[in-house]
């Protein structure tokens, strides 16, 4: 069942932070699990948009100007073929991101990155937390530390299987852009559509916010969210999305926030991960995140 589309709050960046159109903004998106925040003055998202529409082709097709987007199937702990969904997509860390992606896509996933933490410390602020724990209860996340994943999807209309699965993602802040609809959220029993609203990204907040703030008096609350069945559409181009996600390291603890303003490790990074993993794509990829071979900690797809 679906019913009316959310009415996300809607920020704007500033050269002080967000500046959100309401006076509450912040706090009602926090409540809500996502927001939509304007695109920035200069953003460009072509490079995210052509690599969605190239990484599942061979390096060899299409023209020279794109091949350096296309391959990625072949790139161990890189490509992830979602063999229950429609989505397949690159999921990548910053180490991996300078190795592989050119310099213009490099730059653009970048930017994304820096509005996650741009995000985090806003919200952290909101809620009270005190500066000087950042650091310790993201596990280096606000300091460009932790894992910051990049995620470019492409969904599969011939595939008669959900988009992607219900999930909430694992980290702190997730950026996202998408142009055509098929996102849903878990609002009040009911899936209700996040439609696309364009020059604007999706912002949502993830598991690890979610159990940091949980015994505050404004709980995050992270949004429980999935991509119905795309059908096929003769002429048009495939759904697509890409995302930015600021998560913990997969190693170490996930902490939460007391209401006297200390903090305290409540639960391992790793168990955190493999109960996502099992719960939410059920596949070969039950390691994902954890695995030295690929780094740090999970993301999700939109």
């Given at each position: 069942?679906?019913?009316?589309?959310?009415?996300?709050?809607?920020?704007?960046?500033?050269?002080?932070?967000?500046?959100?159109?309401?006076?509450?903004?912040?706090?009602?998106?926090?409540?809500?699990?996502?927001?939509?925040?304007?695109?920035?003055?200069?953003?460009?998202?072509?490079?995210?948009?052509?690599?969605?529409?190239?990484?599942?082709?061979?390096?060899?097709?299409?023209?020279?100007?794109?091949?350096?987007?296309?391959?990625?199937?072949?790139?161990?702990?890189?490509?992830?073929?979602?063999?229950?969904?429609?989505?397949?997509?690159?999921?990548?860390?910053?180490?991996?991101?300078?190795?592989?992606?050119?310099?213009?896509?490099?730059?653009?996933?970048?930017?994304?990155?820096?509005?996650?933490?741009?995000?985090?410390r806003?919200?952290?602020?909101?809620?009270?937390?005190?500066?000087?724990?950042?650091?310790?209860?993201?596990?280096?996340?606000?300091?460009?530390?932790?894992?910051?994943?990049?995620?470019?999807n492409?969904?599969?209309?011939?595939?008669?299987?959900?988009?992607?699965?219900?999930?909430?993602?694992?980290?702190?802040?997730?950026?996202?852009?998408?142009?055509?609809?098929?996102?849903?959220?878990?609002?009040?029993?009911?899936?209700?559509?996040?439609?696309?609203?364009?020059?604007?990204?999706?912002v949502?907040?993830?598991?690890?916010?979610?159990?940091?703030?949980?015994?505050?008096?404004?709980?995050?609350?992270?949004?429980?969210?999935?991509?119905?069945?795309?059908?096929?559409?003769?002429?048009?181009?495939?759904?697509?999305?890409?995302?930015?996600?600021?998560?913990?390291?997969?190693?170490?603890?996930?902490?939460?926030?007391?209401?006297?303003?200390?903090?305290?490790?409540?639960?391992?990074?790793?168990?955190?991960?493999?109960e996502?993993?099992?719960?939410?794509?059920?596949d070969?990829?039950?390691d994902?995140?954890i695995?030295?071979?690929?780094?740090a900690?999970?993301?999700?797809?939109?």
């Amino acid at each position: 069942m679906t019913v009316d589309t959310m009415n996300l709050q809607r920020a704007t960046v500033t050269g002080t932070g967000l500046c959100f159109d309401a006076m509450d903004g912040l706090s009602r998106a926090l409540r809500d699990g996502c927001f939509l925040l304007a695109l920035p003055a200069g953003f460009d998202p072509g490079p995210g948009i052509t690599l969605c529409r190239e990484f599942h082709h061979a390096p060899d097709g299409g023209p020279a100007t794109t091949r350096a987007y296309r391959g990625f199937k072949d790139v161990p702990g890189v490509y992830f073929d979602r063999e229950h969904f429609q989505t397949e997509h690159v999921l990548i860390d910053g180490p991996r991101r300078t190795r592989y992606f050119p310099r213009e896509l490099l730059a653009m996933a970048d930017q994304m990155g820096d509005l996650t933490l741009l995000v985090l410390r806003e919200a952290m602020t909101e809620l009270g937390i005190a500066p000087a724990l950042w650091s310790e209860i993201t596990g280096g996340a606000v300091d460009g530390l932790g894992t910051h994943w990049f995620a470019a999807n492409h969904y599969r209309p011939e595939r008669a299987k959900p988009g992607c699965a219900p999930h909430k993602d694992t980290g702190f802040v997730t950026v996202l852009y998408n142009e055509e609809p098929g996102l849903e959220a878990f609002v009040d029993g009911a899936w209700m559509p996040v439609d696309p609203v364009p020059g604007h990204f999706v912002v949502n907040f993830g598991g690890a916010f979610e159990l940091l703030t949980a015994s505050l008096g404004r709980p995050v609350r992270a949004i429980l969210h999935q991509v119905r069945q795309c059908a096929p559409v003769p002429g048009a181009a495939d759904r697509f999305s890409f995302a930015a996600f600021a998560n913990p390291p997969a190693t170490g603890d996930l902490y939460q926030v007391s209401g006297n303003g200390s903090a305290a490790p409540v639960r391992s990074s790793e168990d955190f991960l493999r109960e996502f993993n099992a719960q939410t794509w059920s596949d070969r990829h039950a390691d994902f995140g954890i695995a030295k071979a690929i780094g740090a900690s999970g993301g999700g797809t939109s």
